[in-house]
């Protein structure tokens, strides 16, 4: 079994899992996105599974691409929760994780991080995370703001790629 294979049914488990969780069914997220920029006005358009591609942190002036060996990150959004993963795909193990419920109004997305794992995840725990969302066709772009808290709270500028997950 190929390795792409094994992971898209890995991710399809995890939905139907988070489906069930949630009591919500996974049919938005085989519904394909209409190709082309368009404004996020429904988050039936945004549900699914997602793995990001790229990404530019703080003031950094490209993207930078994540490698398959690197670092593996996958985002699950339905029924008004999300979830996002970060993990190590040579010894599988996760580095990070975030989640709980998020609101789109527009191309606003608005997530609410309630639990995770990771030094990052408490410090984003139970404060609004808002950013601006793009459809391209199978992409999804995602910029704004993150804020921590704790000790020395920060902010951090982001621009994320993400590409819907097909099986």
Same mark, same amino acid.
């Given at each position: 079994?190929k390795?792409?294979?094994?992971?898209?049914?890995?991710?399809?488990i995890? /939905?139907?899992l988070? =489906?069930?969780?949630? =009591?919500h069914s996974?049919?938005?997220?085989?519904k394909p996105a209409k190709?082309?920029?368009q404004k996020?006005s429904?988050?039936?358009?945004?549900e699914?599974?997602?793995?990001?591609?790229?990404?530019?942190?703080r003031?950094a002036?490209e993207f930078?691409n994540?490698?398959?060996?690197e670092?593996?990150?996958?985002k699950f959004?339905t =029924?008004?929760k999300?979830i996002?993963v970060v993990?190590? @795909?040579?010894?599988?193990?996760?580095?990070?994780?975030a989640?709980?419920?998020y609101?789109l109004?527009?191309?606003?997305?608005t997530?609410?991080p309630e639990?995770?794992y990771? @030094?990052?995840?408490?410090a984003?725990?139970?404060k609004e995370?808002s950013?601006?969302v793009? /459809?391209?066709g199978?992409k999804?772009?995602q910029t704004?703001? /993150?804020?921590?808290?704790?000790e020395k @709270?920060?902010?951090?500028?982001l621009e994320?790629v993400?590409?819907?997950v097909?099986?």
């Open positions: 079994m390795a792409t294979h094994f992971i898209a049914v890995q991710i399809t995890v /939905l139907v988070i =489906g069930a969780f949630f =009591g996974n049919d938005a997220a085989a190709t082309g920029v996020v429904d988050s039936s358009k945004i699914g599974a997602w793995k990001m591609t790229a990404y530019k942190y003031d002036a930078t994540l490698a398959k060996e670092q593996t990150r996958f959004i =029924g008004g999300f996002w993990y190590d @795909p040579k010894t599988m193990d996760i580095e990070a994780s989640g709980g419920k609101v109004n527009g191309s606003k997305y997530e609410t639990y995770g990771g @030094p990052d995840s408490k984003m725990r139970n995370q950013f601006t793009h /459809l391209d199978e999804l772009r704004g703001i /993150l804020h921590f808290g704790g @709270p920060e902010e951090m500028k994320e993400w590409v819907r097909k099986e």
